[in-house]
């Protein structure tokens, strides 16, 4: 739902319907898809996750990281106007620990959403090296400017994928074995 209202906003501020504070920019609607992503992202990890020390200490961790990666914006509010890295330098990492975790669980459990884990583990990790790696496209030729482009969708059209599969899995699932 976050990234439908960040795509939308984007399209208004592109056609110049929309500006913000004067300026046209769809930094502040990155900036509030990166909040909602981190935490509709624990929110899930914290459902499929049974780790009782996890789970005491979800809330804690997931203020810190909060706390860490809102505190520049507090004292510079200016950087909500300017794409910047540094909320999804704080809150992907944890988000791919709680991956890697899960991963562990899937292991021991063998039951829950892998399908669904792997391609956020895909997703998370590939926007993590592009967003870092992000200032270094300055210069280069539009051939790997869309090349770079499709190493970044690629991941995505794969995780939604991977997510079909695991919901036709389920549903397959819910048949009863007489009617198969």
């Not at 624990?42 to 203020?63: A, G, N, W």
């Not at 959403?113 to 583990?121: D, M």
């Not at 970044?152 to 059209?157: G, S, T």
Request: one cysteine or more; a positive charge.
């Amino acid at each position: 739902m976050s990234g439908v209202f960040t795509e939308v906003m984007s399209k208004l501020v592109i056609r110049d319907y929309f500006l913000v504070l004067g300026e046209k920019t769809n930094a502040p609607f990155y900036f509030l898809f990166s909040i909602l992503q981190f935490l509709f992202l624990s929110y899930f990890y914290k459902k499929v996750i049974t780790c009782p020390v996890f789970k005491r200490y979800f809330k804690y961790l997931i203020m810190v990281v909060l706390i860490i990666g809102l505190v520049p914006y507090v004292f510079n509010p200016s950087w909500l106007l300017h794409f910047s890295v540094w909320l999804p330098l704080i809150t992907m990492p944890l988000l791919l620990f709680y991956s890697a975790y899960y991963f562990i669980e899937l292991l021991k459990n063998k039951n829950g959403y892998p399908f669904i884990n792997i391609g956020l583990f895909l997703i998370l990790g590939n926007t993590l090296i592009f967003l870092m790696t992000i200032q270094f496209y300055e210069g280069v030729s539009s051939y790997v400017r869309i090349l770079l482009r499709i190493l970044h969708i690629f991941p995505l059209i794969v995780l939604h994928l991977l997510f079909i599969y695991e919901c036709l899995l389920y549903f397959k699932s819910q048949i009863p074995r007489s009617t198969i």
